[in-house]
């Protein structure tokens, strides 16, 4: 499984984002996989965003609950973050990443995982 992130850059805080994960590879059907979006905050690790399991159902970390949305294309193999209301402390490198077991695992833990995209918000 391979990842690529990409839509990170710098915003002003309250604004938004939207990050996306192109998803390739072979042996696997990108329908049948639970992917989300994680993050590495330095000092605290690496933790769930957002994320899809294998049935369709969407996780959401509490914190992030009604900033975030995210979704997949099936079609064109993709996962989207779309990152509302964006703030400071949401700085931080985000990751594409299939999770060993679930999403509310701390700290996160992958199977697979992209290179991650920088956000970056000013105050």
């Known amino acids: 499984v391979h990842l690529v992130e990409s839509g990170g850059g710098l915003v002003q805080s309250g604004g938004s984002l939207r990050l996306s994960c192109a998803v390739s590879?072979?042996?696997?059907?990108?329908?049948?996989?639970?992917i989300g979006w994680a993050r590495q905050v330095p000092g605290l690790g690496l933790e769930w965003v957002s994320g899809?399991?294998?049935?369709?159902?969407?996780w959401y970390a509490d914190s992030w609950k009604g900033r975030v949305t995210i979704s997949r294309d099936i079609s064109k193999n993709t996962l989207d973050l779309q990152m509302n209301n964006l703030k400071p402390e949401d700085t931080a490198r985000y990751y594409c990443?299939?999770?060993?077991?679930?999403?509310?695992?701390?700290?996160?833990?992958?199977?697979?995982w992209g290179r991650g995209t920088r956000v970056t918000v000013s105050s």
């Open positions: 990443a299939t999770p060993d077991s679930t999403f509310k695992l701390r700290p996160a833990r992958f199977d697979y």
């Open positions: 590879g072979s042996g696997f059907e990108f329908s049948s996989l639970s």
């Open positions: 899809i399991y294998s049935d369709g159902t969407k």
